[in-house]
């Protein structure tokens, strides 16, 4: 009867350390199942393809290998890369050499001094300054999977933080409430018009198989 006893409560406490240790990456990919599907419904190389057309049609000037490293960051951060693409147009339209007159810099418009933050929790790499495309991408999508969790798995709360800083966007919400912001309108709309167009492609691809046959 003991044993039953311990085993059953040895089971108890396996099931409810799972629940515990549920964190946002849970909640995000369940938020997928509803608006934000688009880490769910493609494929990698359908999103690597079509992150790629969208830099080749509307950002003659920009480098389309960019798509391969926007997705592979994007995924090891467990964060959905169409999200993280719609910022990236939204803060630098591509461009890795971005400066604002504020002094963010690069495809993700990192302040230096959130950059500097940043490093100290990601491992150094050796030659490479936080502006350079690869490492700015790392440090950015980084920090904002740490806004992601902060403001639990909310799209519009973490974009906003990102954009205003996590201090500037609780002082709006305590004085206002959540703003009303057009820079999160633009990352809204640029998602869904990517998610267009992958969804257009896949069935453009699909109808011409069937053709084929």
């Given at each position: 009867?003991?044993?039953?006893?311990?085993?059953?409560?040895?089971?108890?406490?396996?099931?409810?350390?799972?629940?515990?240790?549920?964190?946002?990456?849970?909640?995000?990919?369940?938020?997928h199942?509803?608006?934000?599907?688009?880490?769910?419904?493609?494929?990698?190389?359908?999103?690597?393809?079509?992150?790629?057309?969208?830099?080749?049609?509307?950002?003659?000037?920009?480098?389309?290998?960019?798509?391969?490293?926007?997705?592979?960051?994007?995924?090891?951060?467990?964060?959905?890369?169409?999200?993280?693409?719609?910022?990236?147009?939204?803060?630098?339209?591509?461009?890795?050499?971005?400066?604002?007159?504020?002094?963010?810099?690069?495809?993700?418009?990192?302040?230096?001094?959130?950059?500097?933050?940043?490093?100290?929790?990601?491992?150094?790499?050796?030659?490479?300054?936080?502006?350079?495309?690869?490492?700015?991408?790392?440090?950015?999508?980084?920090?904002?999977?740490?806004?992601?969790?902060?403001?639990?798995?909310?799209?519009?709360?973490?974009?906003?933080?990102?954009?205003?800083?996590?201090?500037?966007?609780?002082?709006?919400?305590?004085?206002?409430?959540?703003?009303?912001?057009?820079?999160?309108?633009?990352?809204?709309?640029?998602?869904?018009?990517?998610?267009?167009k992958?969804?257009?492609?896949?069935?453009?691809?699909?109808?011409?198989?069937?053709?084929?046959?």
């Amino acid at each position: 009867m003991q044993n039953k006893i311990l085993i059953t409560l040895c089971v108890l406490t396996i099931f409810f350390s799972f629940s515990l240790s549920e964190g946002p990456e849970t909640r995000f990919f369940s938020l997928h199942q509803t608006k934000w599907m688009g880490a769910s419904q493609f494929t990698y190389f359908e999103m690597v393809s079509g992150i790629e057309s969208l830099i080749q049609n509307k950002f003659k000037k920009a480098d389309p290998e960019l798509a391969k490293k926007i997705v592979d960051i994007s995924l090891n951060q467990r964060l959905d890369p169409l999200w993280i693409t719609a910022l990236i147009w939204t803060e630098s339209s591509f461009n890795k050499k971005a400066i604002s007159y504020k002094g963010a810099r690069g495809l993700m418009q990192l302040m230096p001094a959130t950059a500097k933050e940043v490093l100290i929790q990601l491992p150094q790499k050796q030659n490479t300054h936080w502006y350079q495309a690869t490492r700015n991408l790392e440090l950015g999508s980084f920090y904002l999977k740490k806004l992601f969790f902060k403001f639990n798995g909310n799209h519009k709360l973490a974009s906003m933080a990102y954009n205003l800083g996590r201090v500037g966007l609780l002082r709006k919400m305590r004085n206002s409430g959540v703003p009303k912001m057009n820079y999160w309108n633009k990352i809204e709309k640029r998602y869904q018009y990517l998610v267009f167009k992958l969804q257009r492609s896949k069935q453009t691809a699909k109808a011409s198989s069937v053709k084929f046959i």
